[in-house]
């Protein structure tokens, strides 16, 4: 079972999991044992060493998805989420979520990096890891909508 099991010292598998639309319409959101790899992964090369440089909580808005979940919540339809490949990070104040993004950027190996705005001005940072390092873009931008 998921609950409990942790995938670096400060992330565990429920944080990328949880979701009120899952819990809502009675979606089971547990992840392969791939997704979970990748998963690891993204905590590894990205959301750990945040978290150790700022020394602040990062917090999850949504990690894994599985196919109805995805579509519930709006998702692409090749959404890195689907493969636990993606996280969207809750930020404390947009001036820090800007911070954040631009270490992320300059320090870690990452997929796509986004700082997204929704239209009610709430703001995230999306940002996704392939476990073959080699295949990492290196894609960002900022306040796509």
């Not at 009120?20 to 992840?31: L, Q, V, Y």
């Not at 990070?89 to 796509?112: K, M, N």
């Amino acid at each position: 079972m998921m609950e409990g099991q942790y995938l670096t010292a400060h992330f565990c598998l429920e944080e990328f999991t949880q979701s009120a639309t899952a819990a809502k319409h009675g979606i089971c959101n547990e992840p392969p044992i791939d997704a979970i790899s990748n998963l690891q992964n993204l905590c590894q090369q990205v959301l750990e060493p945040l978290r150790e440089h700022y020394g602040k909580a990062i917090h999850i808005s949504s990690g894994y998805r599985c196919k109805e979940l995805n579509r519930r919540v709006g998702g692409v339809a090749n959404s890195q989420h689907l493969k636990g490949e993606a996280a969207d990070i809750l930020l404390p104040s947009v001036a820090l979520g800007r911070e954040w993004f631009r270490w992320i950027r300059d320090h870690c190996t990452y997929d796509q990096l986004l700082l997204e705005r929704n239209t009610a001005g709430q703001y995230w940072i999306h940002v996704s890891c392939k476990r073959d390092l080699t295949k990492n873009r290196k894609a960002s931008a900022a306040y796509k909508k």
